[in-house]
């Protein structure tokens, strides 16, 4: 299964953005989602994720309030709305099969990311 990021971009701060996560087949609608992020010279570092059924949201301390994670299975596609944008979101922005581990080291296949830079 492939997991293909998009809709990243340049923005200021406090603009909005929503990142799009398309799969390429209709299993990942039983698999909880996530989105991670790395910013330069930073591991890469939990975001955002959500149950298969959509509802069940879990953030981080840092996007909590800010950040809205869904998706819609018929599409098998998950998305990010990112809200009230800081300078310290610039990051590339990785979607996966969310497995319960906030640690990055414990996924083996990330897909290509999609860079979301905002500036100040």
């Known amino acids: 299964v492939q997991l293909q990021a998009s809709g990243g971009g340049l923005v200021q701060a406090g603009d909005s953005l929503t990142l799009s996560c398309a799969a390429s087949?209709?299993?990942?609608?039983?698999?909880?989602m996530a989105w991670f992020r790395q910013a330069p010279g930073k591991d890469r570092e939990f975001v955002a994720a959500v149950t298969y059924t959509g509802r069940d949201t879990y953030y981080s301390d840092a996007v909590k309030g800010r950040f809205t994670i869904s998706r819609d299975n018929a599409k098998i596609t998950s998305y990010l709305q990112m809200n009230s944008l800081k300078p310290e979101d610039t990051a590339v922005y990785y979607c996966v099969k969310f497995d319960g581990s906030h640690y990055p080291y414990n996924y083996d296949y990330w897909g290509q990311g999609t860079q979301v830079t905002v500036s100040s």
């Open positions: 087949d209709h299993i990942v609608s039983d698999w909880a």
